[in-house]
């Protein structure tokens, strides 16, 4: 997902760490110094298309490398959230650096998530701009709901729970999508997404380039 600016500040503004509060944080996360930056699958490409695997091997080296690989590959992409099938790799997992509209920075991972949303009856719908690293270039206004939870698990099996509301929650329900083989282009109407892919036609170029750029950077 695509970054966003921040909006007013709580009274309590330490980081969120896989949902926790912190004092003090790195920007970027450590996990970016140690990976290496990865291509990113853009719509179309049929990774992205249908629901990920489950992950089964926790606390794994394979696991962990693939998360650092993932961090820094949404870093470079300036992004505020990147899913597995993002980077082509066909698991259930997404990482997250994005604030919320209080301007707290939520940072993480999760492994194997399930999305809860509220019910109907107590869920409110914002409309905001949503971008997608897989779609690049383009930007679309899109209805999310304002509050969110994903439960799931970090990558050593330990059970999570990660709280968002306003854009991080945006973010909780996009990275989610991509998990089931949804982009946000499947909740646009026909209209939309052919806008979408006409932005994205005219843009791309210099988001790749940009990307490649930021990419030959030493970290």
Same mark, same amino acid.
């Not at 179309?44 to 080296?61: D, H, I, K, M, N």
């Not at 329900?173 to 026909?190: A, F, I, M, P």
């Given at each position: 997902?695509?970054?966003?600016?921040?909006?007013?500040?709580?009274?309590?503004?330490?980081?969120?760490?896989?949902?926790?509060?912190?004092?003090?944080?790195?920007?970027?996360?450590?996990?970016?110094?140690?990976?290496?930056?990865?291509?990113?699958?853009?719509?179309?490409e049929e990774v992205l298309s249908r629901p990920c695997q489950e992950v089964t091997?926790?606390?794994?080296?394979?696991?962990?490398?693939?998360?650092?690989?993932? =961090?820094?590959?949404?870093? +470079?992409?300036?992004?505020?959230?990147?899913?597995?099938?993002?980077?082509?790799?066909?698991?259930?997992? =997404?990482?997250?650096?994005?604030?919320d509209d209080q301007g707290v920075r939520h940072v993480g991972h999760i492994v194997?998530?399930?999305?809860?949303?509220?019910?109907?009856?107590?869920?409110?719908?914002?409309?905001?701009?949503?971008?997608?690293?897989?779609?690049?270039?383009?930007?679309?206004?899109?209805?999310?709901?304002?509050?969110?939870?994903?439960?799931?698990?970090?990558?050593?099996?330990?059970?999570?729970?990660?709280?968002?509301?306003?854009?991080?929650?945006?973010?909780?329900?996009?990275?989610?999508?991509?998990? +089931?083989g949804h982009t946000y282009l499947d909740r646009l109407s026909k209209r939309d997404?052919?806008?979408?892919?006409?932005?994205?036609?005219?843009?791309?170029?210099?988001? =790749?380039?940009?990307?490649?750029?930021?990419?030959?950077?030493?970290?």
């Amino acid at each position: 997902m695509a970054v966003r600016d921040e909006g007013d500040a709580p009274a309590d503004r330490r980081v969120r760490v896989l949902g926790r509060p912190v004092d003090t944080y790195p920007d970027p996360a450590p996990e970016a110094r140690r990976g290496s930056v990865r291509r990113i699958t853009v719509v179309g490409e049929e990774v992205l298309s249908r629901p990920c695997q489950e992950v089964t091997a926790f606390g794994s080296p394979g696991l962990a490398a693939l998360i650092d690989d993932m =961090f820094v590959t949404m870093y +470079v992409a300036d992004g505020a959230g990147l899913a597995a099938n993002q980077v082509d790799v066909d698991l259930r997992l =997404f990482v997250y650096d994005c604030p919320d509209d209080q301007g707290v920075r939520h940072v993480g991972h999760i492994v194997n998530p399930v999305l809860d949303q509220p019910d109907p009856g107590s869920r409110r719908l914002v409309d905001d701009s949503e971008g997608c690293l897989s779609v690049p270039g383009a930007s679309m206004t899109l209805p999310r709901t304002d509050r969110a939870t994903v439960r799931g698990f970090d990558k050593d099996g330990n059970p999570l729970v990660i709280e968002g509301t306003g854009y991080f929650a945006r973010c909780l329900q996009h990275e989610s999508d991509h998990l +089931v083989g949804h982009t946000y282009l499947d909740r646009l109407s026909k209209r939309d997404r052919k806008d979408a892919l006409r932005q994205m036609e005219e843009r791309s170029e210099d988001v =790749f380039a940009r990307r490649a750029l930021k990419a030959a950077q030493p970290r």
